[in-house]
């Protein structure tokens, strides 16, 4: 049968609330994900750290009364970037820090495990998000229904989102719900309270840049190839300037860590983390567990982070509507 008058016409169908149309995007980028056999052993993998955070938040429930048990859970809040006061009163009397210690446990667990499974994991799903729509075309398919850049990008935006959550946010928030039951007192629900909203809010501070940035490396070429190098290579680079700038630093000068008497060295803060993606994030997040330093200011790291969002933003709108007018 032949074809006749082919070409754009008006949208003719039933339309669905202008704010949920993106809504068709996410699920088509999720169903296609999910072909991928690494993306299903990267979700189990990624479930394993927090089944061992669960059995620390175990070991320092028990340090309360054992104290054989305070100094390799000290020794994780040093890791965290926590003050040499809260480390030493981890040491000491683990009891009367229960929200900082739970508040650095996470932290751990946001910034170490699941930092290294969050950029494997985007390295998986990310660049074919666009790269592989504009080699075929695919976008044709989705602005042929009555659907705005802006909701293109944030339907893209929202398969990484929802990826992210199942790696860092839900099992955070079973670790807090596992901190809670092991708890040997009802307490703790009224001293960290607040902790499932700081769950959510430093899941925000990790999925928006990092979909941002995600999306910017799969839209600048047509090569899944070239965006996955171009994703990888921003944090190794990024890891790279820092440390061997961070080397020279504390070769020219003595003194680098400090510590108590006792307890375990804490790093010090370099302002060479601002090259480094994985450390401005850390920082981020640690602002956010309330665990970052008082005589330390947070704003450079925030306006790293909305620079940087807002121009991948920019990018990939303009990447896509050159796409629409070509």
Not at 266 to 283: C, D, K, T, Y
Request: hydrophobic share 50%.
């Amino acid at each position: 049968m032949p074809l006749h008058d082919v070409g754009y016409r008006s949208w003719e169908g039933a339309k669905t609330w202008l704010g949920s149309r993106w809504l068709v995007v996410t699920t088509t980028g999720i169903k296609l994900a999910f072909r991928s056999s690494w993306l299903s052993r990267a979700l189990v993998l990624s479930w394993l750290p927090a089944l061992i955070l669960g059995v620390l938040f175990f070991f320092y429930e028990q340090s309360i009364t054992v104290p054989d048990y305070r100094r390799p859970i000290s020794g994780l809040v040093a890791a965290s970037g926590s003050s040499s006061e809260i480390v030493r009163a981890a040491l000491q009397n683990p009891g009367e820090v229960r929200h900082e210690v739970w508040s650095s446990l996470l932290l751990v667990f946001f910034r170490y495990p699941q930092g290294i499974l969050m950029i494997i994991l985007m390295g998986i799903i990310a660049p074919r998000l666009i790269a592989h729509d504009l080699r075929n075309r695919g976008y044709l398919l989705y602005f042929s229904r009555p659907i705005r850049v802006s909701g293109y990008v944030a339907g893209k935006a929202l398969i990484l989102w929802t990826f992210l959550a199942m790696i860092t946010t839900v099992p955070a928030l079973v670790l807090y719900v596992i901190g809670l039951s092991l708890s040997p007192d009802l307490n703790v629900i009224w001293s960290t309270w607040d902790l499932p909203l700081r769950i959510l809010l430093a899941s925000l501070v990790l999925m928006i840049p990092l979909s941002s940035v995600a999306l910017a490396c799969s839209a600048m070429t047509i090569e899944t190839r070239y965006a996955a190098f171009s994703w990888f290579a921003i944090w190794v680079v990024g890891w790279t300037a820092y440390s061997v700038l961070r080397i020279g630093e504390l070769a020219g000068r003595s003194g680098p860590r400090r510590r108590g008497r006792g307890m375990p060295e804490i790093v010090e803060q370099s302002s060479w983390e601002l090259l480094s993606p994985f450390h401005v994030l850390g920082r981020a997040q640690q602002y956010v567990f309330g665990l970052y330093p008082d005589d330390k200011a947070i704003w450079p790291y925030g306006l790293v982070l909305v620079l940087v969002t807002v121009f991948s933003l920019w990018f990939v709108s303009s990447r896509v509507q050159a796409r629409l007018r070509a």
